[in-house]
């Protein structure tokens, strides 16, 4: 966005025929309040929508102790709320880091399982298998 700043005084410019140094001065000066601020805006923002979603309403199917089982058919999570079956031919991803599992059913939800969750290393290797052998087996 801040290059844009920068493009729209050197268009201008072109158009009229005469470089407009003013204009160029002015249009960098918000290029870099925008580079400076514009971040700290963004992620204030977004923490003010989760905020604001969480104390509005019941989102204890979202919190607490969830267990995730691999079936035949699919995913099966349960929690206190009940349980919510996913299919193989749903999921779109699986992904990992060295923290996270992130199991993509769409672009804007999925599973996200903490590796810490697992007891040792061994439990979680053996998890990740067994996730990827049953999507494999059901996807081809």
Do not use: C
Request: net charge negative.
């Amino acid at each position: 966005m801040s290059l844009i700043f920068l493009l729209i005084p050197l268009l201008v410019s072109w158009v009229e025929g005469e470089f407009l140094l003013s204009m160029f001065v002015a249009f960098a000066l918000l290029a870099v309040l925008w580079f400076l601020f514009y971040p700290k805006y963004f992620y204030g923002s977004i923490k003010k929508n989760i905020v604001k979603v969480i104390n509005e309403g019941d989102n204890s199917s979202l919190t607490g102790k969830h267990t995730m089982m691999v079936t035949e058919d699919g995913l099966v999570e349960k929690s206190s709320k009940g349980e919510v079956k996913t299919p193989w031919s749903s999921i779109t991803q699986i992904r990992e880091t060295d923290e996270h599992i992130f199991i993509l059913v769409s672009t804007m939800s999925g599973y996200v399982i903490p590796t810490s969750t697992f007891a040792d290393a061994k439990a979680l290797q053996q998890f990740k298998e067994t996730l990827n052998a049953a999507r494999d087996e059901k996807t081809g």
